[in-house]
């Protein structure tokens, strides 16, 4: 099936620092990647959804200069958050679609801690 | 805005014995219902998917049933193991091409 990697597996940092996390479709190209937040004992929630060459489009509450997506290639996305807080910690997980499919493959996620 | 649920939170069940899980969504433009299951500290899996053009799909021991009018979707997983315990997530994509995941679901197999 379909591989998606993620990259750093889990990062630790310093509030005020940038973190940047990348997201590779190994044996697909993906026209469009998602990038989800997932706290403790809770549900993804969709941050943002980048096509290749576009700028992202980012969900409603998410602050688009504090994480910064970037989608360009179609094997390759990055999240970078930007001034990093205690409260951005939490495991970020991307995932990837090809172009006329519905089926997104799920990264493995990065687990972001703040300190 | 678009809406998922997912039953019961929590779920335990004796090895051997079926488990299904219940969803509803409230955008009746959505056509996709993907599937995933999630083990600790991983990213979700895809475990079966339906479309809405289509009432029941089955993949071995899982199967998702769909039913368009009451806007519901099931996963039923039979003859448990330990190793299905997890979290399944139900999700549907939305008219603006979106997927929204529910609650979730700790399915526990009890050996």
Known sequence: GAVVSQ???WVICKSGTSVKIECRSLDFQATTMFWYRQFPKQSLMLMATSNEGSKATYEQGVEKDKFLINHASLTLSTL????AHPEDSSFYICSARTSGRSTQYFGPGTRLTVL | GENVEQHPS???VQEGDSAVIKCTYSDSA???FPWYKQELGKGPQL???IRSNV???KDQRIAVTLNKTAKHFSLHITETQPEDSAVYFCAARTSY???IFGPGTSLSVIP
């Open chain 2, 47 to 49: 475990i079966i998917d």
């Open chain 2, 55 to 57: 009432g029941e799909k």
């Open chain 1, 80 to 83: 970078t958050v930007t001034s």
């Open chain 2, 97 to 99: 091409d979106k997927v």
């Open chain 2, 30 to 32: 959505s056509n996709y």
């Open chain 1, 7 to 9: 990259h750093p597996s």
């Open chain 2, 10 to 12: 929590t779920l335990s």
